[in-house]
């Protein structure tokens, strides 16, 4: 099965700088990687998706990046704020019932 | 649109109890999910069913039972609690992956279970 790894576990930030959040996966037929961030007691909720025909999408202050080569995606929050302060999760789907998540990173922007 | 909601919010359980916990989504989705969340574990899916009367294991199903009689509907429910199962319990729903492309998973808010 998919098996999804996610780095950092923790990161702290100040207020203002970047953040960056990398995943790799392992099943080569995986073509959707979303994005969910989960603040604390809340539930995990959709910030941005990438499918496998891009190789990166932004929004806004959130960007994602797609290597199916290298089978790596990464997450980048620009200009961090606290509010960005949050559990991130990375996740990997192959069209199938079933996604992988990686283990989350815990953000923490420092004012 | 209430989108997925669950109940209970919390619950304290002796080991040896039954209970189940309650999953709904009014968006109409075919898909629905069960998953854990553990410290340091992200979230593993327990049982999910893509429509009524059908279900299916997912990575961690032991202990757990599901059942799919409506659309709506998606309860988990344990029939003999162990402190192994404590946890953070959240129900998800989507639309069916067709053609090989993932659909975006709304999620409740989630059931805290305490297995004492």
């Known amino acids: 099965g998919e098996n999804v790894e996610q780095h950092p576990s923790t990161l702290s930030v100040q207020e203002g700088d970047s953040a960056v959040i990398k995943c790799t996966y392992s099943?080569?037929?995986?073509?959707?990687f979303p994005w969910y961030k989960q603040e604390l007691g809340k539930r995990p909720q959709l910030i941005i998706d990438?499918?496998?025909?891009?190789g990166e999408k932004k929004d806004q202050r959130i960007a994602v990046t797609l290597n199916k080569t290298a089978k790596h995606f990464s997450l980048h929050i620009t200009e961090t704020q606290p509010e960005d302060s949050a559990v991130y999760f990375c996740?990997?789907?192959?069209?199938?019932?079933?996604?992988?998540f990686g283990k989350g990173t815990k953000l923490s922007v420092i004012p | 649109n209430a989108g997925v909601t669950q109940t209970p919010k919390f619950q304290v359980l002796k080991t040896g109890q039954s209970m189940t916990l309650q999953c709904a989504q009014d968006?109409?989705?075919?898909?629905m999910s069960w998953y854990r969340q553990d410290p340091g574990m992200g979230l593993r899916l327990i049982h999910y069913?893509?429509?009524?009367?059908?279900?299916d294991q997912g990575e961690v199903p032991n202990g757990y039972n599901v059942s799919r009689s409506t659309t709506e509907d998606f309860p988990l429910r344990l029939l003999s609690a162990a402190p192994s199962q404590t946890s953070v319990y959240f129900c998800?729903?989507?639309?069916?992956?067709?053609?090989?492309?993932?659909?975006?998973?709304?999620f409740g808010p989630g059931t805290r279970l305490l297995v004492l």
């Open positions: 996740i990997a789907g192959a069209g199938s019932y079933q996604l992988t």
């Open positions: 069913s893509v429509g009524a009367g059908i279900t």
């Open positions: 099943d080569s037929a995986s073509n959707y």
């Open positions: 990438i499918r496998s025909n891009v």
């Open positions: 998800a729903s989507s639309l069916i992956p067709t053609g090989g492309h993932q659909e975006t998973q709304y």
């Open positions: 968006m109409n989705h075919e898909y």
